[in-house]
């Protein structure tokens, strides 16, 4: 927008945070031809100090997420569960205890603990924003073509908002639970970064339940693994 499109539209109480871009590296990307190349890995973040945006807004809970602790515990439970056979444990809320036989099927290399990386994609684009704070989600940009700086509308959690991360966890946190909890999938969650962790026997039929229940979901993820068949040996 222009100025005087943005005033029309949100009124003359709106206020643009300055954006601007940076080079975060590089990532590797495999050409049709299988070809391993490097490209430049930028990110646009928007200034939401500069102008008071983040010192208005009011933060008042701590949402954590699972960090490489949670990795490791998983990966100690799981080989518990499956390579100490003869190891009975006492269920939480009893005295007496209870075993579980392993099927010859599930043999120490299908037992194997292998993982894969599901990445979010434009993670914070996909917690939308309240409606009502329109005005709020706003960026300003020069645009070298019209030589003159431009508006746009943010429709999504912007990178560099304060309470933008607590928005964000909050939704990847309940996801995670959805997983863990009623679909019973084995993962750790660090921000927008799904680790999935599974004997190898069922590795790669659980990553496509993974990314089928996602999907219903209405979330949108990438694997870190490439190619994305595999999973990696832990």
């Known amino acids: 927008y222009t100025e005087a499109e943005a005033l029309s539209k949100f009124g003359p109480l709106f206020l643009p945070a300055r954006r601007f871009c940076i080079r975060q590296g590089f990532e590797e990307v495999i050409s049709p031809s299988g070809e391993v190349a490097e490209k430049p890995k930028f990110r646009l973040v928007g200034d939401f100090s500069e102008l008071g945006h983040n010192e208005a807004a009011s933060v008042s809970e701590t949402i954590s997420t699972d960090g490489g602790d949670a990795i490791a ?17 006492p269920p939480p ?17 299908g ?21 009502s ?3 709020m989600f706003l960026v300003a940009y020069w645009d070298r073509n019209r030589s003159c700086p431009v508006i746009a509308e943010h429709f999504g959690q912007p990178f560099g908002a304060k309470a933008a991360v607590v928005n964000f966890n909050r939704l990847a946190r309940a996801l995670r639970a959805i997983m863990v909890a009623c679909l019973l999938f084995v993962l750790t969650q660090f921000f927008d970064d799904f680790t999935v962790i599974e004997p190898k026997m069922i590795a790669s039929q659980g990553k496509i339940f ?10 949108k993820f990438e694997c870190k693994v490439e190619p994305s068949h595999l999973c990696v040996s832990l």
Do not use: N
């Open 133 to 135: 704070q329109k005005s």
């Open 111 to 131: 037992l194997s603990l292998v993982g894969y990386l599901q990445d979010m994609k434009a993670a914070y684009r996909q917690v939308p924003r309240r409606e």
């Open 93 to 109: 809320a009893a005295g007496a205890q209870r075993k579980a036989t392993v099927h010859d099927a599930w043999t120490d290399e």
């Open 73 to 89: 515990g998983v990966c100690k439970s799981w080989y518990r569960a499956a390579f100490d056979r003869a190891k009975a444990s």
């Open 210 to 219: 993974f990314e089928r229940a996602v999907e219903i979901l209405g979330w």
